[in-house]
């Protein structure tokens, strides 16, 4: 331990840590650009320089090691002067576009300048120009005369993604990030390097234009695009999605997303997503009310079971929906009906997981919540169907009424299972637009996309993470668990939760491994299951 | 005449060939510090002969040596810096290719004294004579059995590489040649840690000037105290003066380090090109401050000396300007050359000093603005001791003390709209 002083505050740190870890230890925020904590130290912006007694000259605080005695000065009138030079140096040859800039609002150049700068130029020469916007690749653009050339991006794509199509090209005031010549920024993580730069030089094609950010409402909530659940924001506006971002989360994410995750979402706003429940009239689906629709349950399920018993009535519970949906399927099914054939669709597998070097990984399974499905699906001493056993027993005519839960983001059943749907006689599914799952159905139930959800996913390492709504369900679209619960109340159940946080409390006390879990606990980076 | 010893052979013809060297004591050096000195002893002797850096920074080479950790457990590499960069520099290029076996030697002894098995030289990527005189020396060198395996029989490994550069000036700067080195483009590396311990392919590593290198045989062969024999007291040893500029005999010069400034112009230098009266001298290559008539006649060309008067020894480039020199207009020039030769990495030094080269530019096209001074100065007092590597500072050199120096010469330009000195056109001072 070493005993230090910033800015008269005595402190006692660990030994080896930065001037700048210490500092936030100390709540004290150095400004900078380069330094970034996963990334590899350059020290090149010269924006953290701070003053150490008895040492000459300015040190940066992100490369200089803390030292017993230290006594350090992060807001002298050296340091203060430093950081306003610093500024200026990188706003004379900045075009100064911010009404038009992406990043406006939340550029940490026009915070410092904000704060340290000065409010005149003191540069009447010919400012430097470079082209206005390249393109990077498919999901990024540069705009070159922005750019503070801190090469965090470089860095990112030398250090996380291992991928190196970064680099600085040309020297001195003529400097400027691009890629390798004929190369793309097209690797699986690029999207990263726009939340990286501190500036609006690396922008996001997608969200370019969209809307100034303070426009946005953030939301934290989970990836669904595949099992490792990468912590995410989800920022929307009018009730749209208009950008997602990783949120840090050192078990899970660090702090990055795929380019799959962050740029996938659209499906959300799918223009044909269902808004009312749905019911087969020969060729023709038709909306009818959900009175209508419950009761149509009711009077089908109802028939099976006392024509062919219990056994004749199956379901399928989601990987792509919360534990709170399918726990309530677990309800209908095994308590409410009384019937064994409970099985979780097995999402297909589409590509293999990729493991950065960095330690960042793409799972290859790309539902979010296979392993939650699972967990709650579960019945002590009692080994789960699988879904193709099930779809089996359809075939061969043992299961005539089959609850199928969809969600899929865009899933595909292989074909000779879709086949095998068109034998059951009465197939119910719940799902956020027309898929492969409604196309045979008797009855569609709309549901949520993650985006509209209160709920957990339990991700590949047993994880429980929270999802959080962002956007209003489109027309009577509900949550499952909330539909299911009035099938199994029309169905004599006793069930009523006024929420999703009181399903999950039920689910820690009857799924095994959930028992240390309480909702509120889960707060913002979810808890690794028992 | 004095008595030379990096020099004085250096007209003796077929020099580079490794027979003739030989027959001039060549490589008797190597012999005797392989035979009779252990790697210490060796590190002791230059220690205790006050051999320093001829880079520019004239940190003392066996101080230097010795911070190299013995049990790292890595191999140690040994990198000579020929890239010879500096303007008004031009010594290391005249030794490589005059007297090649004199740098191999002293790089083998280095080798031996710092337990290295691989050196390099990285040379300056224009000087294509220099690497091809280089080259064919190595080679004899490898044939005569002073490099490779079983040096002279001694039991010592030594491989060496020639390495051309790709023509940048910061590729000079100790860790940015080792970034270039390593196949990187020459940034300059943030320190600690230092290159004695974490240097080229992350092993300990000695950097050291061409000159430099080039002196340790003689060391060896006659000793630290016959070495202490020339120069001052701190500034041992003799030194390779460059003189260019408004003079009559421009050249490499080997003289005793501490010769007054005015001596090496005048009786050296064959005095100032038509007579004309003397401005002012940058006396250690372009970066180092300038200085002014009055201060060319009481200073001496030693490390101490040239400190005491506000500037360095550096290089030993002495750049000498006559009254038809107009110092706004070298400054624009020397500006032009550190912004276009800035590596851009650390913001101070990228964006600084291209501002620093068009406030001068316009002062002298005659578009001076009031107050351009007082900015030029903030400008450098940001950029000073700020930047990640030596060249911010090197930049200012010769902003600060121009301004400080000439600064009646800047407010003439600027209140008169103008250039008001007559130029002698028939130097080109622009490249």
Redo the contacts between chains.
């Keep these: 331990m070493a005993n230090i002083k910033i800015d008269g505050k005595e402190l006692q740190v660990a030994d080896g840590i930065t001037i700048l870890e210490a500092a936030d230890i100390a709540g004290i925020e150095i400004p900078h650009f380069c330094y970034h904590k996963e990334l590899s130290i350059r020290g090149s912006c010269r924006m953290c320089l701070v003053e150490v007694e008895k040492m000459p000259k300015l040190v940066p605080a992100c490369s200089t090691t803390i030292k017993d005695e230290m006594n350090i000065f992060t807001s002298s009138e050296r340091v203060i002067k430093n950081r306003r030079g610093v500024l200026e140096f990188f706003l004379i040859n900045h075009p100064l576009d911010c009404p038009i800039c992406d990043q406006a609002g939340e550029c940490t150049l026009q915070d410092y300048v904000y704060k340290y700068g000065s409010a005149v130029s003191r540069f009447t020469e010919e400012k430097e120009h470079f082209e206005r916007r390249k393109e990077l690749g498919p999901h990024v653009l540069h705009y070159t005369e922005r750019c503070v050339l801190c090469g965090r991006c470089i860095r990112f794509c030398e250090e996380i993604s291992e991928t190196r199509e970064l680099a600085r090209f040309n020297r001195s005031f003529r400097s400027e990030v691009d890629v390798f010549p004929g190369k793309r920024l097209d690797n699986k993580l690029s999207g990263n390097v726009v939340d990286l730069c501190p500036v609006g030089a690396m922008v996001s094609k997608e969200f370019l234009f969209k809307s100034r950010v303070w426009w946005l409402t953030h939301t934290e909530s989970i990836c669904p695009l595949c099992s490792r659940g990468c912590n995410i924001e989800i920022d929307s506006r009018d009730n749209k999605i208009l950008r997602v971002r990783p949120r840090p989360n050192p078990e899970v994410n660090i702090q990055w997303m795929c380019d799959d995750g962050r740029f996938g979402w659209d499906f959300v706003q799918r223009e044909d997503r269902l808004t009312s429940p749905l019911k087969r009239e020969g060729a023709e689906m038709v909306s009818i009310s959900r009175t209508q629709a419950i009761n149509l349950v009711k009077g089908r399920l109802s028939y099976i079971i006392s024509n062919f018993g219990k056994e004749a009535v199956a379901a399928i519970a989601s990987p792509y929906l919360t534990n709170e949906d399918n726990y309530l399927l677990r309800i209908l099914l095994l308590s409410v009906i009384g019937s064994p054939y409970l099985a979780v669709c097995q999402p297909p597998q589409v590509e293999e997981r990729m493991v950065f070097p960095s330690g960042f990984t793409i799972e290859a399974d790309k539902s979010p919540n296979l392993a939650g499905a699972q967990d709650v699906s579960a019945v002590e001493g009692r080994e789960l169907i699988s879904h193709r056993q099930l779809l089996q027993k359809v075939a061969s005519g043992e299961v005539r009424a089959l609850y199928f839960l969809g969600g899929a983001p865009r899933m595909s059943l292989p074909v000779e299972e879709r086949e095998m749907l068109r034998k059951v006689d009465f197939l119910v599914v719940h799902d956020y637009a027309p898929s492969e799952l409604t196309e045979w159905a008797e009855l569609v139930l709309p549901n949520l996309s993650f985006a509209e959800r209160e709920g957990t996913f339990t991700n590949f390492q047993g994880r429980v993470q929270r999802l959080r709504p962002a956007l209003l369900p489109p027309g009577e679209a509900k949550p499952d668990w909330e539909i299911l619960q009035e099938v199994c109340q029309a169905m004599g159940g006793e069930v009523n939760y006024p929420s999703a946080e009181k399903v999950f409390e039920e689910i820690v006390g009857a799924v095994p491994g959930y028992k240390s879990l309480s909702y509120k606990d889960l707060g913002n980076q979810g808890k690794a299951k028992g | 005449m004095e008595e030379k010893i990096l020099l004085k052979y250096i007209d003796v013809p077929d020099i580079e060939n490794i027979e003739v060297y030989q027959k001039h004591d060549g490589y008797k050096g190597l012999a005797k510090a392989l035979k009779q000195h252990k790697p210490d002893q060796i590190i002791e002797l230059v220690k205790a002969s006050g051999l320093r850096g001829r880079g520019g920074a004239g940190f003392p080479a066996g101080l230097k040596w010795s911070f190299v950790p013995k049990d790292s457990g890595k191999p140690v590499f040994l990198c000579c810096n020929a890239d010879e960069g500096e303007p008004g520099t031009f010594k290391d290029r005249l030794l490589m290719e005059k007297n090649p076996h004199q740098l191999i030697e002293g790089i083998v002894i280095t080798a031996y004294a710092v337990n290295c098995h691989q050196a390099y030289i990285y040379i300056r990527g224009e000087f294509s004579q220099a690497m091809q005189v280089l080259e064919q020396a190595i080679a004899e060198a490898y044939e005569h059995n002073c490099l490779g395996k079983n040096i002279l029989k001694q039991g010592f490994n030594l491989e060496l590489s020639l390495h051309s550069g790709a023509g940048?000036y910061i590729a000079g700067e100790e860790t940015g040649l080792l970034e270039s080195l390593e196949g990187k483009?020459a940034e300059p590396r943030?320190k600690p840690p230092f290159p004695a311990s974490v240097g080229l392919f992350k092993g300990p590593t000695v950097i050291n000037n061409v000159e430099t290198l080039s002196n340790v045989p003689h060391i060896i062969m006659r000793g630290a105290e016959w070495f202490k024999g020339f120069g001052t007291e701190k500034s041992t040893g003799t030194k390779l003066f460059c003189l260019s500029g408004h003079i009559n005999k421009p050249g490499v010069y080997e003289l005793p380090m501490g010769i007054p400034l005015k001596e090496l112009i005048n009786n050296y230098g064959g005095g100032i090109i038509g007579g004309r009266k003397l401005k002012a001298v940058i006396p250690g290559g372009s970066s180092t401050p300038v200085l002014t008539a009055e201060q060319v006649e009481e200073v001496a060309m030693d490390f101490e000396s040239l400190q005491a008067a506000g500037t360095m020894l550096g290089s030993a480039g002495v750049i000498v300007m006559d009254e038809t020199t107009c110092m706004v207009d070298a400054l624009a020039n020397l500006t032009r050359f550190y912004?276009?030769?800035?590596?851009?990495?650390?913001?101070?030094c990228?964006?600084?000093?291209?501002?620093m080269e068009?406030?001068a530019r316009?002062i002298e096209e005659g578009k001076g603005?009031e107050g351009d001074l007082e900015?030029l100065l903030d400008i450098c007092?940001?950029i000073s001791?700020?930047?990640?590597c030596p060249m911010g500072d090197a930049a200012i050199g010769p902003v600060v003390s121009f301004i400080t120096k000439f600064r009646s010469e800047f407010e003439d330009h600027i209140r008169q709209g103008r250039c008001p000195i007559e130029k002698d056109k028939s130097i080109k001072v622009r490249g």
Excluded: M
């Design positions: 940048s483009r943030l912004a276009h030769e800035s590596c851009g990495q650390c913001t101070p990228r964006e600084g000093v291209s501002w068009k406030i316009r603005l900015l007092d940001n001791f700020k930047t990640l």
